[in-house]
C-alpha cells in the first residue's frame, strides 16, 4: 500500500509539470534545443516514470533505446565519438569506467548532495542509486540458514543450483561476481574457475531471470541486487535474502555524458534531474533502491547500512579486468 500510494503521489505531480512539451506543436518535432536521446539498460518499472517526469518538468523530448548494458557500451564504443544518444541512463559505474574514453566529464549539480563513497572523482559518471549485491535462496528448498556467504556457492553440494546471469552481458551479474572473487581470497582466477564449474554449465541469459528461476525451484541460490530481491520479498515470495558474512559491495549504477553528444546541455539537464531530492525520494519509495544522496533515507523495510558488511571492493581493478575476466570466463565455462 505503502509503494503504491508512493507511486501515486509521483505521477500526480506530472500535473503541476509544463503542459505539453515545449516549441512543438501538434505532431511537430520539437527542435535540437528540446531533445535528448537516451540509452538505458533499466528496465522499465525504472526508467519509465523517470523519463515521463522529467518531459513533462521541461518540455524536452525524449528518444529512448533500451539494452543490455554490455552492448550498449560496444554500441557507443562502434560509435567511435560520435553517439546517436546523448547520456546513457543505467549500468554499474566499473562497467561506465571502462569505457570511460567515451564519456564527457560532467559535475552533477546536486554534486554536493552525494555521499562522498559515490562520487566519481573525474567526474565521468554520476551516481543514480546505490545497489548492494546479495545472494538468494529460496526458502522451500533451503533450511535458514543454510547459505550464509560466498563462501556457499563454492560448495559442490549446489553444483547446478545457483542462478546466475551471464556477467559478459549483465553489468549487475559481473558486479557480483566481481564481488565475490574480491571477497573471497587472493587468488580470484583459481576462485572464479571453480565457481563456473559449480554453475554446471547453466546460466541464465538476463538479470532478470534470477529471481524468477529460485523462486519457480529450478534453481536453489542466486545472486541479484538487493532491490530486485526486495521487491519480490515485498509481494511475499519465497525468497530469503542473504547479506553475505565476507561482505559484499554496494557499487552505484549511474548516468553519462557522452562525448560528442548532439545536445549535451539537456542531457545535463537530465542528469541533474535523476539526482534531484524529488527524483530520488521515487527512487527510495517505489524502487526499493537506496539513494546516493546525503539527504534522503533508505527504505524503511531494508535493514539499514549498519547490519551490511560492506568488502573494500576495488572499482578500478574490476573496469581494468574486464578484457582478462572475458577470456578466463568463456575458458572456465568450456567443456
Known amino acids: 500500500m505503502r509503494v503504491r500510494l508512493a507511486v501515486l503521489l509521483f505521477f500526480m505531480a506530472l500535473l503541476t509539470g509544463c503542459a505539453g512539451r515545449a516549441g512543438a506543436g501538434p505532431g511537430l518535432a520539437p527542435g535540437r534545443e528540446n531533445r535528448l536521446s537516451v540509452y538505458t539498460s533499466h528496465k522499465e518499472e525504472v526508467y519509465a516514470p523517470i523519463i515521463k517526469e522529467f518531459e513533462e518538468r521541461t518540455g524536452i523530448w525524449v528518444q529512448l533505446v533500451t539494452g543490455g548494458t554490455t552492448d550498449l557500451l560496444e554500441r557507443i564504443s562502434g560509435e567511435s565519438g560520435s553517439p546517436s544518444a546523448d547520456v546513457l541512463f543505467g549500468g554499474g559505474v566499473e562497467s561506465l569506467s571502462a569505457y570511460r574514453e567515451f564519456f564527457e566529464p560532467y559535475r552533477c549539480a546536486h554534486y554536493a548532495d552525494i555521499k562522498t563513497e559515490f562520487r566519481s572523482e573525474e567526474d565521468l559518471w554520476t551516481a543514480f542509486s546505490a545497489l548492494p549485491v546479495v545472494i538468494i535462496y529460496n526458502t522451500k528448498l533451503v533450511p535458514q540458514g543454510g547459505v550464509t556467504g560466498w563462501g556457499d556457492l563454492l560448495n559442490p553440494a549446489w553444483k547446478g543450483r545457483i542462478a546466475l546471469a551471464d556477467p559478459l552481458v549483465s553489468a549487475s551479474s559481473y558486479t557480483g561476481v566481481m564481488t565475490m572473487l574480491q571477497s573471497l581470497s587472493d587468488s580470484p582466477w583459481e576462485t572464479l574457475d571453480t565457481f563456473a564449474a559449480n554453475l554446471g554449465g547453466s546460466i541464465l541469459s538476463d538479470s532478470g531471470d534470477v529471481v524468477p528461476a529460485v523462486l519457480s525451484g529450478s534453481k536453489s541460490l542466486g545472486i541479484t541486487l538487493e532491490e530486485t530481491a526486495a521487491r519480490y520479498v515485498s509481494q511475499g515470495a519465497d525468497i530469503a535474502i542473504v547479506y553475505p558474512g565476507e561482505g559484499t559491495s554496494a557499487v552505484p549504477?549511474?548516468?553519462?555524458?557522452?562525448?560528442?553528444?548532439?545536445?549535451?546541455?539537456?542531457?545535463?539537464?537530465?542528469?541533474?534531474?535523476?539526482?534531484?531530492?524529488?527524483?530520488?525520494?521515487?527512487?527510495?519509495?517505489?524502487?526499493y533502491r537506496r539513494s546516493v544522496r546525503e539527504d534522503v533515507e533508505d527504505p524503511s523495510d531494508l535493514i539499514s547500512w549498519d547490519g551490511i558488511i560492506l568488502s573494500s571492493y576495488d572499482l578500478d581493478w574490476a573496469a581494468g579486468e574486464k578484457p582478462a575476466f572475458a577470456g578466463r570466463w568463456l575458458e572456465a565455462l568450456a567443456p
Not at 260 to 276: C, H, M, Q, W, Y
Not at 277 to 282: G, S
Request: aromatic share 6%; net charge negative.
Open 253 to 287: 549504477d549511474g548516468c553519462a555524458l557522452l562525448k560528442g553528444a548532439r545536445n549535451p546541455e539537456t542531457a545535463k539537464l537530465f542528469i541533474d534531474f535523476v539526482l534531484s531530492k524529488e527524483a530520488q525520494e521515487h527512487v527510495v519509495t517505489a524502487m
